[in-house]
């Protein structure tokens, strides 16, 4: 194999029929101009478009270029991690495949992830999406912040760092995958870099509101026990009422005589305490069931074929020696 080159530039592809190959041309630029050998990785997330094409063209002309396909959708954060795993570059950086992410601003990212020996972030002075997605993009930082372990108000998919961090998560087999919260493990300092985001050169997005609604469960479910301690407070609370409505009730009767009259009084009481025990069985259940499915050791990604300096390779069978521990390189 050739040596391993300065620069890994990893992005998962989804929709990028009309981008990638702009993209390839300004990473190729940027990185000649610092004299950076480099290889740019599209994780081909088994797209909605022509992108598999384009990327195995590219891969099979261009000798810097490598393109995976993936058997099938697995989401832009395993098809990441993957593109982590098969990096070779002693830098690895991360970024979308739509031209919001500028390729001219990887050198900064680059030469202040090495300066600290951590992660440097490329975020924006606004947010490019609509607000729905902005205001549930802060949400879910704030609560990462709070509730997982690390400050993610910082944080976004153009993100440069040393590839030794990978150290942290190599042997990471969980079916639900968060690059942030694996990257925060390694205990590197992270810093925000302002970057020129670009309006989306093409496509949509493919987030909706259900799938970050749905990512903002897996990072809450998936990487800390904090909806066990709000069951927990809700039980509490619904014994501090159980005994608030009961000497109501006794004050009630000593009072006028009589127990606490209506109907209204005794649904909304059942009601309440019901749904304290249901939400608390519910959270159980869901840890309960990703446990299960995480023994199952289901594969966090499948590779179909791979291009890598022109050769071809289906199945996952490449004339290169495959990612040690990759569940890609795993016989089927």
């Known amino acids: 194999m050739s040596p391993p080159p300065d620069i890994s530039v990893v992005v998962p592809v989804y929709g990028g029929a009309t981008t990638i190959e702009a993209l390839a041309e300004r990473v190729d630029a940027t990185m000649s101009a610092r004299g950076w050998s480099y290889e740019l990785?599209?994780?081909?997330?088994?797209?909605?478009?022509?992108?598999?094409?384009?990327?195995?063209?590219?891969?099979?002309?261009?000798?810097?270029?490598?393109?995976?396909?993936?058997?099938?959708?697995?989401?832009?954060?395993?098809?990441?991690?993957?593109?982590?795993?098969?990096?070779?570059?002693?830098?690895?950086?991360?970024?979308?495949?739509?031209?919001?992410?500028?390729?001219?601003?990887?050198?900064?990212?680059?030469?202040?992830?090495?300066?600290?020996s951590g992660i440097a972030y490329g975020i924006a002075e606004e947010l490019q999406h609509a607000w729905w997605r902005n205001v549930t993009s802060r949400t879910a930082k704030w609560l990462v912040a709070r509730y997982v372990g690390f400050d993610a108000r910082d944080v976004s998919a153009f993100r440069a760092f040393p590839a030794t961090l990978r150290a942290a998560f190599a042997d990471y087999r969980g079916e639900r995958v968060a690059i942030d919260v694996l990257l925060s493990w390694a205990g590197a300092p992270a810093r925000a870099v302002r970057c020129a985001f670009a309006?989306?050169?093409?496509?949509?997005?493919?987030?909706?509101?259900?799938?970050?609604?749905?990512?903002?469960?897996?990072?809450?479910?998936?990487?800390?026990?904090?909806?066990?301690?709000?069951?927990?407070?809700?039980?509490?609370?619904?014994?501090?009422?159980?005994?608030?409505?009961?000497?109501?009730?006794?004050?009630?009767?000593?009072?006028?005589?009589?127990?606490?009259?209506?109907?209204?009084?005794?649904?909304?009481?059942?009601?309440?305490?019901?749904?304290?025990?249901?939400?608390?069985?519910?959270?159980?259940?869901?840890?309960?069931?990703?446990?299960?499915?995480?023994?199952?050791?289901?594969?966090q990604y499948l590779v179909e074929a791979s291009v890598s300096f022109g050769a071809d390779s289906v199945n996952g069978r490449d004339s290169a020696t495959p990612s040690a521990g990759s569940p890609a390189a795993a016989p089927e």
Not at 262 to 285: D, K, R, Y
Request: charged share 15%; hydrophobic share 50%; glycine share 10%.
């Open 41 to 116: 990785i599209f994780v081909c997330d088994r797209p909605r478009d022509g992108s598999w094409e384009v990327a195995r063209r590219l891969a099979a002309s261009g000798a810097c270029v490598r393109a995976l396909l993936l058997r099938r959708n697995f989401g832009q954060h395993p098809a990441t991690l993957l593109g982590i795993r098969e990096a070779r570059g002693e830098t690895i950086v991360t970024m979308d495949e739509d031209l919001q992410h500028s390729p001219e601003d990887i050198p900064l990212l680059v030469e202040t992830s090495r300066a600290m």
């Open 199 to 299: 309006p989306r050169a093409g496509g949509e997005s493919g987030y909706t509101l259900r799938k970050l609604v749905a990512y903002l469960g897996d990072l809450l479910l998936g990487y800390s026990t904090a909806p066990l301690r709000l069951a927990s407070w809700l039980g509490l609370v619904a014994v501090v009422a159980a005994i608030a409505i009961g000497a109501y009730v006794l004050a009630n009767w000593f009072v006028h005589g009589s127990a606490v009259p209506g109907f209204a009084f005794l649904a909304l009481s059942v009601a309440a305490f019901s749904g304290a025990q249901l939400l608390a069985l519910g959270l159980i259940g869901e840890y309960l069931g990703r446990l299960y499915f995480n023994s199952l050791q289901k594969p």
